[in-house]
T-cell receptor
Framework: KQEVTQIPAALSVPEGENLVLNCSFT??????LQWFRQDPGKGLTSLLL?????REQTSGRLNASLDKSSGRSTLYIAASQPGDSATYLC??????????FGEGTQLTVNP | GAGVSQSPSNKVTEKGKDVELRCDPI?????LYWYRQSLGQGLEFLIYFQGNSAPDKSGLPSDRFSAERTGGSVSTLTIQRTQQEDSAVYLC?????????????FGPGTRLTVL
C-alpha cells in the first residue's frame, strides 16, 4: 500500500526566506507526483506535476524535484511571501488514476 | 472558464438520514474523482469515473456509499444512513481525456456534518 509522508508538518518563516518542503513515498511505481496548495475552507489548487520520467518542474518561484528511485520529492519556494501561507499537499498517482496524499505541510510566512 | 463546482457547499444532517452530494466537472473532462478529507485522516480516495463507468470503487468505505455519473458529466455521491464518522469535506476533481495533462482539478468541496 502506497504511503506518503510530508515533513515538516508545520513551518513558520519570515517573509523573503527560501524554504524547502519534503515529501516521501513508499512505492516507487508511480505515474506522477503532484504538489497542491490548499487555502483554509477552499479546495486544492494544482501547483506542479512531475511525470515519473522527469526530474523537476518549475513555475515562477516554485521548483519541484523528483527522485523516484529513492521515493522523494522536494518543493522549493524562493523568496517567500505572506500570500504563500497555505497548506501544501504532495500526492502520487498510482494505478487506477487514484491520488494518494500526504498529510500536508502548513506554511505560515510572516510579514 | 468555469472550474469544478460542487453543491451544496455545506450540509448538516441527522444521523440515519441519506444525503446526496453533487459534482459538476469541467466541461470536456472525461475523468472524475471523489475524495474525502477528514480531520486527522488527511485526503483519501473514494472512487474514480472514466466516462460513466467506475473502474475503481475500492476507496468507498462501506456499502452505504455509492456514486454514479450520467452523460459523462455530472456525478452524484450518495451516503445512506449517515453516521457521525461520515462528517468530512467531500472533494470532487476532474481531469482531461488521456493524452493531455494528468493534472486533477479540484472543486471547493462539500462540508458534511452529521449530528
Amino acid at each position: 500500500k502506497q504511503e506518503v509522508t510530508q515533513i515538516p508538518a508545520a513551518l513558520s518563516v519570515p517573509e523573503g526566506e527560501n524554504l524547502v518542503l519534503n515529501c516521501s513515498f513508499t512505492d516507487s511505481a508511480i505515474y506522477n507526483l503532484q504538489w497542491f496548495r490548499q487555502d483554509p475552507g477552499k479546495g486544492l489548487t494544482s501547483l506542479l506535476l512531475i511525470q515519473s520520467s522527469q526530474r523537476e518542474q518549475t513555475s515562477g518561484r516554485l521548483n519541484a524535484s523528483l527522485d523516484k528511485s529513492s521515493g522523494r520529492s522536494t518543493l522549493y519556494i524562493a523568496a517567500s511571501q505572506p500570500g504563500d501561507s497555505a497548506t501544501y499537499l504532495c500526492a502520487v498517482e498510482t494505478s487506477g488514476s487514484r491520488l494518494t496524499f500526504g498529510e500536508g505541510t502548513q506554511l505560515t510566512v510572516n510579514p | 472558464g468555469a472550474g469544478v463546482s460542487q453543491s451544496p457547499s455545506n450540509k448538516v444532517t441527522e444521523k440515519g438520514k441519506d444525503v446526496e452530494l453533487r459534482c459538476d466537472p469541467i466541461s470536456g473532462h472525461t475523468a472524475l474523482y471523489w475524495y474525502r478529507q477528514s480531520l486527522g485522516q488527511g485526503l483519501e480516495f473514494l472512487i474514480y469515473f472514466q466516462g460513466n463507468s467506475a473502474p475503481d470503487k475500492s476507496g468507498l468505505p462501506s456499502d452505504r456509499f455509492s456514486a454514479e455519473r450520467t452523460g459523462g458529466s455530472v456525478s452524484t455521491l450518495t451516503i445512506q444512513r449517515t453516521q457521525q464518522e461520515d462528517s468530512a469535506v467531500y472533494l470532487c476533481a476532474s481531469s482531461p481525456p488521456p493524452g493531455m495533462t494528468d493534472t486533477q482539478y479540484f472543486g471547493p468541496g462539500t462540508r458534511l456534518t452529521v449530528l
